[in-house]
C-alpha cells in the first residue's frame, strides 16, 4: 500500500456541477444509475482526462451525452474507471450494480438489520458508483429512491422531499432534492420500514422547520431526549454563533450496525443507535449525556463541515476540531463547565497523550496517510478541538467570535483549508497567527517545564518556563510552540492576587493568560506581597504536559481553596498520583490531613456533587500509565487497588452518609441536577459496597428498586467490585435475564463484564465472545467485548503470559477481511508495546509480527501494525 501526501493535493481537471442518482433496491442486488453533468475545470490545463474512482463495483454501462460508450472507449480496473478526450462539459450516464447485503465493511450501501442505509465518509461513495469521491468536488445532488412499498416505506435522502409516487409494478419511487452543493462523502440514503417521531423548530427568521427521529419500531420510545437535544442544538448556534438551519426538513436514522458514532449527512444524519436512544429505564445519565453531545456535534456540522468543508482529507480537523470545539463549549453551557473541562482533559492526557507518545503520532493536519480512515482520531477531533480553543484564549470570546463570522461568511459554500480557519482569525483581529499555527504541523505533547523564585524584600515571584516538545515518526527538533498559560496566585487565605507581570506584552489580563512563546522564558510579577501557591494551567488552557514541583501541602491547599474548579481537581490527581507511586515503591501511608479534606469535600454541601465525584474519584489506570515512564501494568493495578482500598476505609461512614443523603423520591429525570446528585451518590455507594455488608446490602436494594438503568447499572458495578463473585454473578444472570430483548442493554452488559478487574478474565473474555448476545459481525458488540476488555480490564489484558494480546491479535486478523475499519481501530492497546516494562512489550511486539504475517492485509490494518513495528 502507498501513501497519499498533502503536497501532492491538486484541483480535479473536472467538476460535477449537477449529480442525480437513481436507487432500485432488491433483495439479492441495488441497480445504481448516476447521471452527471461535468464541466472542465478552467483552473487546469485541458486534459480531456476524467478519472472516477470506484471499488467493487460491477459496470454495465457508460453514455456520454446519452450515447452509450463501448468496452474500448473508456478504461477500468479496481480502483478507477477512466475517460478521454472529453470536451468542456458533457453528461456522463453510468449504471452499474453493487450488492448490499454482502457489505460487511459498513461503507457505501449496507444493509443493517432489515434496513438499508449508507456511510460514506471519508470515502465509502466510491463503493456506490464512480464518482470524483474527494471533498472539493461539491454537487447539487437529485435522488431516487425504488423499493418494494410495503417493505421499505419510507426511502430518504438528503435534502428536501420532492416526489413520491406507486409504481405500475407495485414498487415505490422517492426524490429528494438537496440544493445545497456538497461533497459525496455527505451523500445519504436509507430504506426501511421505519416509525418516526416528529418535532417542529421555527429558526431565528421565523422559518419552520420539520424535525424528525427514523426508528426501528420497537424503538420508537427512544427518541424524546434526542429530539430534545437537537432542538437545544438547533437555539445554541442561533445564538452563539448565529448560525441558522437552512434547509426545511432535519432528519435523524438510527442504525444497530455503524462504524463510529454518527454522520452528519446533510438533513439526513445517520446514528448509531447506542448514540441516539435512550429511556431512563435502558439508558445510563452517562449515555444521555453523550446523546447531547453526538446530537449537536452532528448538526453543528451542519455549518462547521457541510456548508464550508475541507478541500481534502488533510484538513480532517478543520472541520471535526472546530466541531469538537463546538460541541464540548454545547455541553459546557447546558450542564457544568468545569466537569465538561476536566472530561475533556481527562480524554486528553490518557488517550491523545498516549496517541502522541505512540507509533501513530501525527500532526493535527497530517502530511500523508495510507488509509484515511485511520485518521480520525483523538489528535485530530480532540487535540484539534484544543488548538481551536487556544485560539479563543489568545484572542477573546469576542475576537473569536467575529474569527469565526468571517470564516462562515468568506468561505460560505467552499472547500477550504485549516488555514484558511486561522486567516479568518488573524483578518477579524489584526493579530498574526504564524507562530501559533505550528500547532498544527507539529506533532508530539509539549512539555513545560516550571520554576519559580519569590523574593520577599521584592515583593517579586520569578517564573522561568521552558518548553520542549519531543520526536515523533518523522518528526525531530521541534520549534517552540505559542502556549496560553491560564494562571493565577493564591495568597495564604487562598485568595486570587492581582497580578502584574513582566513583560506586560506577554499577560492577557482578560483572560489571566500568560503567553510562552520561547524555549525559555522568565517573567517576572510584581507586587508579590507574600509567597503564593501558584496555580497553573487553570483551565487545561492548553494540551501540554507540566512539570511543576509542588509540595502535597500546596496540592492540598490548591484543592481546597482554588478558584479554578480545574486546577483543584488537578490538584486533587496529582496528590493521588503521589499515593499511587509511593505504594508502587511500597511506602504509601494514607495520612490524616489529606483524608480529612476529602471528608470535608464530601460534606460540603455547597459544592456541585458531580464535581464532588470527580474530586474523589481516583486516576483511571490508564491515566496513571500515562504518568509513568515504564509502564508496568500489574504494579500499577495493584498500587491503585491498595489506594482505593485505603481510602474507602477512611471514608466508608461519610460515603454511607453521602449516599443516604442523595437518595431521592423524585421521579428519574435526564436533568442536570439530578444526574450530578446520582453521581455522587452511586460513587459513594461504589465504595461504601466495598467495605461493608450493609453497602453491599444497599447495593442490591438499589438494583431491585430502580426504576432507571444509571442506578441499576451503578449497583450492578458496585457489586462486582466489591469482588463477591458469586453475588455478582447473580445480579449479572438476572439483569441478562431482565433485559437479554433489548439490544443496547445487552451491550451494556457484555461490556461491564469484559471491562472488570474482577471478571474479564482471558477465558471470561472467550465465553463472552461464544454467548449468544455477541455477534462479530456488529461494531457495538466488538467494542463492549473486545474494547471494553482491552481498554479497561489492563490486568488481565496485560495477562502475564500474553493470552490476553492473543486475544485481541486473533479478533484483529478475523475482522480484518470483514470489516477493515474495526479491525485497525482495535489494535490501539498493541501499539503502545515500546512503552511497557520489555517483558510486556516483547509479548504485544510478537503479536503484531504476527498480524503483520498474515496474507491480505487490508490497509486499514497493515498501516497501524507496520508503523508499529519501526
Ligand atoms: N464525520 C463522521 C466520521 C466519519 C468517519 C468515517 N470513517 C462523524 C463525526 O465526526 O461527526
Ligand atoms: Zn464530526
Not at 418516526?196 to 431526549?225: A, H, W
Not at 455503524?258 to 436512544?277: D, H, P, Q
Not at 489528535?379 to 475576537?399: C, N, P
Not at 490531613?593 to 481516583?618: E, G, I, Q
Request: hydrophobic content about 40%; glycine content about 6%; charged content about 20%.
Amino acid at each position: 500500500p502507498n501513501a497519499i501526501y498533502l503536497k501532492d493535493y491538486q484541483q480535479p481537471d473536472y467538476w460535477i456541477e449537477h449529480t442525480e442518482l437513481t436507487f432500485e433496491l432488491s433483495d439479492d442486488h441495488t441497480l445504481v444509475t448516476a447521471r452527471l453533468d461535468i464541466v472542465r475545470n478552467s483552473q487546469r490545463p485541458a486534459s480531456g482526462c476524467l478519472t472516477l474512482q470506484g471499488q467493487e463495483l460491477e459496470l454495465l454501462s457508460v453514455a456520454l451525452d446519452g450515447n452509450e460508450l463501448s468496452v474500448g472507449e473508456y478504461q477500468q480496473d479496481d480502483e478507477s474507471l477512466t475517460l478521454q478526450g472529453l470536451a468542456e462539459r458533457h453528461q456522463l450516464t453510468i449504471r452499474n450494480r453493487i450488492y448490499p447485503q454482502h457489505n460487511t465493511a459498513l461503507e457505501g450501501l449496507y444493509q443493517s438489520g432489515n434496513m438499508y442505509c449508507t456511510q460514506c465518509e471519508a470515502e465509502g461513495f466510491r463503493r456506490i458508483t464512480y464518482y470524483l469521491d474527494r471533498p472539493d468536488v461539491m454537487s447539487v445532488f437529485t435522488t431516487h429512491v425504488i423499493a418494494d412499498g410495503e417493505r421499505y416505506p419510507v426511502l430518504l435522502s438528503n435534502g428536501n422531499p420532492v416526489a413520491e409516487q406507486q409504481l405500475p409494478d407495485g414498487r415505490k419511487k422517492s426524490s429528494w432534492h438537496d440544493p445545497h452543493k456538497k461533497p459525496a462523502y455527505l451523500f445519504a440514503l436509507v430504506a426501511g420500514d421505519l416509525q418516526v417521531k416528529q418535532d417542529t423548530f421555527t429558526t431565528m427568521s421565523g422559518r419552520q422547520v420539520t424535525l424528525k427521529i427514523f426508528v426501528e419500531p420497537q424503538n420508537i420510545d427512544k427518541t424524546d431526549y434526542a429530539l430534545d437535544a437537537l432542538k437545544r442544538s438547533m437555539k445554541w448556534d442561533e445564538q452563539s454563533y448565529g448560525r441558522e438551519y437552512d434547509l426545511d426538513i432535519f432528519m435523524i436514522v438510527a442504525v444497530d450496525d455503524f462504524n463510529m458514532g454518527a454522520m452528519e449527512n446533510k438533513g439526513l444524519n445517520i446514528f448509531n443507535s447506542s448514540c441516539v436512544l435512550a429511556n431512563p429505564a435502558t439508558a445510563t445519565d452517562a449515555a444521555y449525556q453523550r446523546i447531547e453531545a453526538i446530537v449537536a456535534h452532528e448538526y453543528f456540522h451542519n455549518w462547521s463541515g457541510n456548508r464550508v468543508t475541507c478541500r481534502d482529507w488533510f484538513q480532517l480537523s478543520l472541520k471535526e476540531g472546530f466541531t469538537v470545539f463546538r460541541d464540548a463549549s454545547f455541553s459546557a453551557d447546558m450542564n457544568s463547565a468545569t466537569v465538561k473541562r476536566i472530561e475533556d482533559a481527562r480524554l486528553m492526557r490518557t488517550v491523545q497523550f498516549a496517541e502522541d507518545a505512540g507509533p501513530m503520532a501525527h500532526p493535527v493536519q497530517p502530511d500523508s496517510f495510507i488509509e484515511i480512515s485511520n485518521f480520525y482520531t483523538v489528535t485530530i477531533y480532540e487535540k484539534g478541538s484544543e488548538v481551536v480553543g487556544m485560539q479563543r484564549k489568545i484572542l477573546g470570546a469576542e475576537g473569536f467570535r467575529n474569527g469565526a463570522d468571517l470564516y462562515f461568511d468568506r468561505h460560505d459554500g467552499q472547500a477550504v483549508t485549516i488555514y484558511d480557519f486561522t486567516k479568518a482569525m488573524e483578518d477579524a483581529n489584526g493579530v498574526d497567527l504564524t507562530l501559533f499555527k505550528r500547532w498544527y504541523k507539529q506533532a508530539g505533547t509539549p512539555q513545560i517545564q516550571v520554576s519559580s523564585d519569590y523574593d520577599q524584600a521584592r515583593q517579586q515571584l520569578q517564573l522561568t518556563l521552558t518548553q520542549r516538545c519531543p520526536d515523533t515518526p518523522g518528526q525531530s527538533d521541534k520549534l517552540p510552540m505559542w502556549i496560553p498559560v491560564q494562571l493565577g496566585l493564591l495568597d495564604s487565605q487562598g485568595q486570587d492576587m492581582a497580578i502584574q507581570v513582566e513583560p506586560a506584552s506577554a499577560w492577557t489580563a482578560a483572560s489571566q493568560v500568560l503567553h510562552l512563546t520561547e524555549a525559555e522564558q522568565t517573567f517576572v510579577f510584581h507586587g508579590v506581597t507574600e509567597r503564593p501557591v501558584i496555580s497553573f494551567l487553570r483551565d487545561f488552557s492548553a494540551p501540554v504536559k507540566v512539570e511543576f514541583e509542588q509540595s502535597r501541602d500546596e496540592l492540598l491547599f490548591l484543592l481546597q481553596h482554588d478558584s479554578d474548579g480545574f486546577n483543584r481537581w488537578d490538584a486533587g490527581q496529582r496528590l493521588m498520583l503521589g499515593w499511587i507511586n509511593d505504594a508502587m515503591a511500597g511506602q504509601f501511608a494514607l495520612d490524616e490531613a489529606a483524608v480529612s479534606v476529602f471528608r470535608a469535600l464530601l460534606r460540603d454541601a455547597s459544592l456541585d456533587p458531580a464535581m464532588v465525584t470527580y474530586l474523589l474519584s481516583l486516576p483511571s489506570e490508564a491515566y496513571i500509565a500515562e504518568f509513568s515512564a515504564d509502564i508496568d501494568p500489574q504494579a500499577i493495578h495493584q498500587a491503585r487497588q491498595q489506594v482505593r482500598e485505603a481510602l474507602a476505609a477512611a471514608l466508608t461512614s461519610e460515603m454511607a452518609a453521602t449516599y443516604q443523603r442523595l437518595q431521592s423520591d423524585q421521579p428519574y429525570a435526564p436533568q442536570p441536577q439530578q444526574m450530578s446528585a446520582r453521581a455522587l451518590k452511586n460513587l459513594a455507594l461504589g465504595y461504601w459496597a466495598s467495605q461493608s455488608a450493609e453497602g453491599l446490602q444497599q447495593a442490591q436494594q438499589q438494583f431491585a428498586a430502580a426504576d432507571n438503568m444509571t442506578d441499576q447499572m451503578a449497583a450492578l458495578q458496585a457489586l462486582i467490585h466489591s469482588g463477591e463473585r458469586s453475588l455478582a454473578q447473580h445480579y449479572l444472570d438476572r439483569f441478562y435475564q431482565q433485559w437479554h430483548n433489548d439490544v443496547l442493554v445487552v451491550n451494556q452488559w457484555l461490556s461491564v463484564q469484559a471491562g472488570s478487574a474482577e471478571l474479564a478474565s482471558v477465558e471470561f473474555v472467550e465465553s463472552l465472545l461464544q454467548h449468544e448476545a455477541f455477534d462479530w459481525r456488529n461494531p457495538n458488540k466488538v467494542r463492549a467485548v473486545i474494547g471494553a476488555f482491552a481498554g479497561q480490564a489492563l490486568c488481565h489484558f496485560h495477562a502475564t503470559d500474553g493470552q490476553g494480546y492473543r486475544l485481541l491479535a486473533d479478533a484483529v486478523i478475523r475482522l480484518n477481511g470483514s470489516n477493515p475499519q474495526i479491525a485497525a481501530r482495535l489494535l490501539g492497546p498493541l501499539t503502545k508495546w515500546k512503552r511497557l516494562v520489555p517483558q510486556y512489550g516483547g509479548l504485544m511486539k510478537a503479536e503484531l509480527q504476527r498480524i503483520m504475517a498474515q496474507p491480505d492485509l487490508s490497509k486499514d490494518v497493515y498501516e497501524v501494525v507496520s508503523k508499529s513495528l519501526v
